[in-house]
């Protein structure tokens, strides 16, 4: 974890001049590959995530800090990533969403706010015999076990 922690600082250094850019995380993998992932409140660009890079991997450098062969890949989390963090939902809001809840069933629908705790959703609810309709549904976070964008081709 002292690994972890010290490139977490390295790269609120680098970035904090871009109150856009956040951390999603930093992973010391097993396999030696020290993984960063960020993101921005409206994208990241390459340039960033080069910028990052050459910061922390010289820094680790200069320190000594890890003392095996390791490869440093520093990156957005891809689209089909679950979201982690409350700001990534908001960056997220009026995208359609899919939740996988801890009880094993599925929820769909439009994300409509965040709060610290729940998120607020616009799903298609049918009954048998009726038409769908809207239904706005108030979620507790701590009831989802995973949520991604869907991604839509239209």
């Not at 390459?46 to 490869?71: M, P, T, W």
């Not at 015999?129 to 081709?153: M, R």
Request: aromatic share 4%; glycine share 6%.
């Amino acid at each position: 974890m002292q690994i972890e922690n010290r490139v977490i600082e390295l790269v609120e250094e680098k970035i904090a001049d871009r109150p856009d850019l956040f951390i999603v995380s930093v992973r010391f993998l097993k396999n030696g590959v020290l993984e960063i992932l960020l993101d921005g409140d409206n994208g990241i660009a390459i340039e960033d995530c080069v910028q990052v890079s050459r910061h922390v991997g010289f820094h680790l450098e200069e320190e000594n800090v890890i003392d095996k062969a390791y490869r440093l890949e520093v990156s957005s989390p891809g689209i089909d990533s679950p979201l982690l963090l409350k700001r990534q939902f908001e960056k997220n809001i009026g995208r359609s969403i899919q939740m996988k809840m801890l009880d094993g069933t599925k929820k769909e629908g439009e994300l409509l706010s965040v709060t610290d705790d729940s998120i607020s959703i616009e799903e298609k609810v049918k009954e048998k015999g009726k038409k769908a309709v809207l239904v706005q549904a108030d979620i507790p976070l701590d009831q989802i076990k995973e949520t991604k964008v869907l991604i839509s081709f239209k």
